[in-house]
């Protein structure tokens, strides 16, 4: 490459290509970064509000059996069957966004729903119930009776396993939340990299101005003062190249051009 | 000292490593893994930072001993620090230390690696591991005067920093001729290798980067189990071949292959070199058997060999876990780690022609002790050496193993035990890989404290450099 502006310009475009590229690792990482935390916290959110929906259901249906059971208010039965719906589907809709590694722990919790389902149905059929198959035994329903050696327990047995599935639940989002703590460094890695680099080429950049623009120029400025001050011979002790080696050269032939004409002045005296 | 024509040749060889990178990029993208971005951006930023100084430096027309030195040793640590720049980005185990010591591992060939899991790496950041052996089998700026025929008339003053004297000695050609017969062999022994793996019964992938890390006698390996992971013994047999040929004096195999008089046959290191590894062999083999720790004396023979010539050519692959061994074969395996191959090979360690020398040298001292009056010249490989050689030689030794004491010192210091802290040291400073203990060849240096890793890194890079190559770079300034 020859010429002094057309390095400058190349290496100055040099730098402003690596800014870019920079700028949109940047962007990249970060927008990266975003949609995992939202990712991470949207499915935090979800399975919360799914888990309480699931409780909120549940505790419905155990008010509305607790009403149809122990005060005999027919017209709930339409609320509990309603509660016993909603169940249902909130187990489908966890089903449709829980990772496959609790799927076990939500089959479970469906079955505890059929359970709860099952009890209310036999109930309402004023069916005999079958609370324990060690102490099986057939009788007329008492509700109370009922309520708190059949329902309860089952209740109870649902309700645990609805933590049990936030605990799961948050288990899962642990590793993915480690992952992303791991891929912070790993999103700064490439921005710390590229301004590393840029900060050796921008001082890389500065080295070679000074070496072979400004540096030359000033011993240039120098020696030619000292020649014209002093008389000392022109002869800048410096690396020149392209048009600053042109300029050392142009005064190098003036001052030589300069002497000769002094010398026939002197002569032609 | 032209600094501005130092930066231009050490990005030369900043450059070669940007192709590399790409090519690893490359093969990231077919396979389709997650090593694509960050090879890609590396070799990006490397291609910049190498290319860098030639918008304003001029080709040089000569280049002093001085900057051929600054060259040679900036171009290994920059080397090293671009290196590291796909693992960084890419993460996974690699933090910033791990990153460094992985990469200076891999171009000064230890082979010692940090991964607990080398499988999980994607393709093409396992290929660009076993590059980085590849290009520093031969030395980075020898790489690049390979590969570079724009390096021209400077060939020779590079060439002569970076091949050691006792190497040089074997070259009796042109320094142009030299490059051509390390980029033949070089080239051509990776290209058999593969070939050989290959029909061995690896898979491509894994054959090429196993031939490029046996040729370099590296020890990268793209499985968790090394070499053992394939339990075959015909791959066994063909890797050994490898790394026997990669730590003879390339100069030699040339000269074997051009029948000229000073070939492998001829060569009184050669044959010192082939008797340490059979009698080495068979005593570990023995003692293997007698022992019980393999079933036959077959399977004692072949591992013992393996391991034998994997340790001495400072290659490092592994096909068994040698803590597992009896204390004979450990110390006899320490050992050879400090004696390794021959100069003028892609091997790291003392060499066995300095050890040789040496050997000849106290020889000499007992004669002239019984003879004051004799003149007792020493001799290797038929070349008088002159007292300048023989005191460089039993200069290094003393300094080799003064590292080594002070690397094993420092690692206890850390609460690492006797046995994990020497062989580390040793196998550090001989580029070998693999030690004993804690560090065994089924092992990694994953667990060893941070400030231990980077002695490490510095341990290894004074054995690629030769030790005095690395100490002259510290003291530049003084150097008038």
């Known amino acids: 490459m020859k010429g002094i502006g057309k390095r400058v310009t190349v290496a100055f475009m040099s730098i402003v290509a690596l800014l870019s590229v920079s700028g949109l690792i940047s962007l990249f990482e ?52 309603n509660a016993s719906d909603e169940l249902v589907a909130h187990i489908s809709s966890v089903y449709a966004h829980a990772p496959k590694a609790i799927h076990g722990s939500l089959d479970t919790l469906s079955m505890y729903v059929t359970d709860l389902a099952q009890l209310t149905e036999n109930y309402k059929s004023y069916e005999v119930v079958v609370i324990d198959s060690l102490r099986s035994e057939v009788r007329r329903i008492d509700g109370r009776g009922w309520y708190v050696e059949s329902y309860e327990p089952a209740y109870d047995r649902f309700v645990e396993q609805v933590k ?12 993915r939340a480690t992952q992303l703590s791991k891929n912070v460094y790993r999103s700064v890695a490439p921005v710390l990299i590229s301004l590393l680099v840029m900060i050796a080429i921008v001082l890389m950049f500065y080295y070679f101005v000074y070496i072979y623009g400004v540096k030359p120029i000033l011993r240039i400025n120098r020696s030619l003062s000292d020649y014209m001050l002093f008389k000392l011979p022109f002869k800048p002790k410096t690396v020149m190249v392209d048009e600053i080696k042109e300029l050392h ?4 032939n003036m ?14 005296i | 000292m032209r600094f501005s024509v130092i930066l231009r040749y050490v990005g030369t060889v900043v450059l070669c490593l940007s192709a590399f990178m790409a090519v690893s990029a490359g093969i990231s993208l077919v396979s389709g893994d997650t090593g694509f971005y960050p090879l890609l951006l590396s070799s990006l930023l490397t291609l910049l930072l190498g290319a860098f100084p030639m918008i304003f430096v001029s080709k040089a027309d000569s280049i002093t001993t001085k900057e051929g030195f600054m060259i040679v040793v900036g171009s290994w640590v920059v080397s090293c620090v671009v290196g590291m720049f796909p693992y960084l980005i890419w993460g996974g185990e690699f933090s910033l230390v791990n990153a460094w010591f992985e990469s200076v591992s891999g171009f000064t060939t230890t082979g010692a690696s940090i991964l607990t899991d080398i499988e999980a790496l994607p393709q093409g950041l396992l290929f660009w591991r076993s590059a980085t052996n590849w290009i520093g ?58 070939i050989l793996l290959k029909v061995a019964g690896m898979r491509w992938f894994d054959a090429v980067n196993h031939a490029m890390s046996v040729c ?11 070499v053992g992971f394939y339990d075959s013994p015909l791959i066994e047999w063909i890797l050994i071949v490898v790394m026997f040929i990669s730590s003879l004096h390339f100069g030699l195999i040339y000269s074997t292959f051009a029948r000229k008089a000073n070939n492998i046959f001829r060569s009184e290191v050669v044959r010192v070199y082939v008797a340490i590894i059979v009698g080495a062999a068979l005593t570990i083999g023995a003692s293997l058997s007698f022992s019980g720790t393999y079933d036959n004396i077959f399977t004692s023979l072949r591992q013992s060999v393996f391991q034998v010539v994997s340790i001495i050519t400072t290659t490092g692959f592994a096909t068994a876990d040698t803590n597992l061994w009896t204390p004979f074969a450990i110390v006899i395996l320490i050992i050879l780690s400090i004696i390794c191959g021959c ?76 046995l994990s802290s020497f062989s580390s040291s040793v196998a550090f400073i ?51």
């Open chain 2, 216 to 226: 370099a006698t590296g020890g990268f390996s793209t499985k968790n189990a090394s």
């Open chain 1, 255 to 268: 001052i030589n051009i300069s002497k000769s004409n002094k010398k026939q002045e002197n002569d032609a």
């Open chain 2, 343 to 418: 100069a003028g090979s892609t091997s790291g360690g003392a060499k066995v022609d300095r050890v040789l020398l040496y050997a000849k040298v106290l020889k000499a001292r007992l004669r002239g002790q019984q003879h004051p009056n004799a003149i007792i010249r020493v001799r290797l490989d038929g070349i008088l050496q002159d007292d300048r050689q023989v005191n460089t030689v039993t200069l290094f030794l003393t300094t080799y193993f003064i590292l080594i004491i002070a690397g094993t010192l420092t690692s206890t210091l850390f609460g690492m035990d006797l």
């Open chain 2, 430 to 480: 001989g580029n070998v890989g693999p030690g004993f203990g804690e560090v065994g060849s089924y092992d990694n240096y994953a667990a060893m404290p941070s400030l231990l890793k980077i002695q490490g890194t510095i341990l290894m890079l004074m054995g690629r450099l030769e030790i005095f190559g690395f100490i002259q770079f510290l003291f530049i300034r003084m150097w008038r």
């Open chain 1, 164 to 175: 049990e599935y936030i605990t799961l639940s948050h288990g899962e989002l642990a590793p």
């Open chain 1, 30 to 81: 970060l927008s990266n970064l975003s949609y995992d935390t939202e990712a991470i916290l949207s499915a935090n959110s979800r399975d919360l509000e799914l888990a309480k929906n699931l409780l909120r259901s549940a505790h419905d249906h155990s008010r509305a059996m607790i009403d149809v059971a122990i005060f005999d208010k027919e017209e709930r039965k339409v609320a509990c069957r």
């Open chain 1, 249 to 252: 050269d142009n005064i190098e």
């Open chain 2, 137 to 194: 089998g031969v030395g980075v700026v020898m790489f690049a005067l390979l590969v570079l025929p724009s390096l021209g008339t400077n060939k020779m003053a590079l060439s002569g920093i970076e091949l050691s004297s006792l190497a040089k000695d074997n070259y009796r050609y042109r320094t142009q001729m030299v490059v051509k017969i390390l980029l033949v062999i070089y080239i051509g022994l990776t290209v058999v290798s593969t």
